[in-house]
């Protein structure tokens, strides 16, 4: 049974900084791409970030220079590392893992709140 686990979100206040995790089981980590996506309230789901099995990375251009996505293959876990967080990055966070067309899953989000 596959899982992904999201865990890291809160409540922080506009400029602060949260580390995100998502740790994976069921699936072979290192063969799948990952990505980070967000959806906001009344939103659709958007891409925040990816990195794939070999370890190339792609942002959003709302998060460049801000957001670092990164995995830990040997312990099958993501990271999303946020940084000057704004009150628009407020949103329920997703962990994504592709694998082609053979797999494609998702966490249950974690959320992240930007407040003063």
């Known amino acids: 049974q596959v899982r992904l686990v999201e865990s890291g979100g809160g409540l922080v206040q506009p400029g602060g900084s949260l580390r995100l995790s998502c740790a994976a089981s069921?699936?072979?980590?290192?063969?799948?791409?990952m990505g980070w996506y967000r959806q906001a309230p009344g939103k659709q789901r958007e891409l925040v970030a990816t990195?794939?099995?070999?370890?190339?990375?792609n942002y959003a251009d709302t998060v460049k220079g801000r957001f670092t996505i990164s995995r830990d293959n040997a312990k099958n876990t993501l990271y999303l590392q946020m940084n000057s967080l704004k009150s628009e990055d407020t949103a329920v966070y997703y962990c994504?893992?592709?694998?082609?067309?053979?797999?494609?899953?998702w966490g249950q989000g974690t959320q992240v709140t930007v407040s003063s």
């Open positions: 069921g699936i072979i980590f290192s063969l799948y791409d």
């Open positions: 994504n893992a592709t694998y082609g067309n053979y797999g494609r899953y």
């Open positions: 990195i794939t099995s070999d370890g190339s990375t």
